[in-house]
């Protein structure tokens, strides 16, 4: 266990931003907590399944 795997998104403070690095290309995107909760499923979500579940937005 880690970290990721403790936290939820709902126990994250509105002025939090998540930085999100693409394994593949290396494109780096922030995602507040807010975007994730926005989601009908968000608030269930922990860090590790938000991770998980981030796809890349980059083209090419």
Not at 46 to 52: M, N, P, S, T
Request: aromatic share 4%; proline share 3%; net charge positive.
């Amino acid at each position: 266990m880690n970290w990721k795997t403790d936290l939820r998104a709902a126990d994250l403070g509105g002025d939090v931003r998540l930085e999100l690095t693409c394994k593949r290309c290396g494109a780096v995107r922030f995602l507040s907590p807010d975007a994730i909760l926005a989601r009908p499923v968000g608030k269930h979500l922990y860090l590790d399944q938000v991770e998980a579940r981030a796809r890349c937005r980059q083209r090419g």
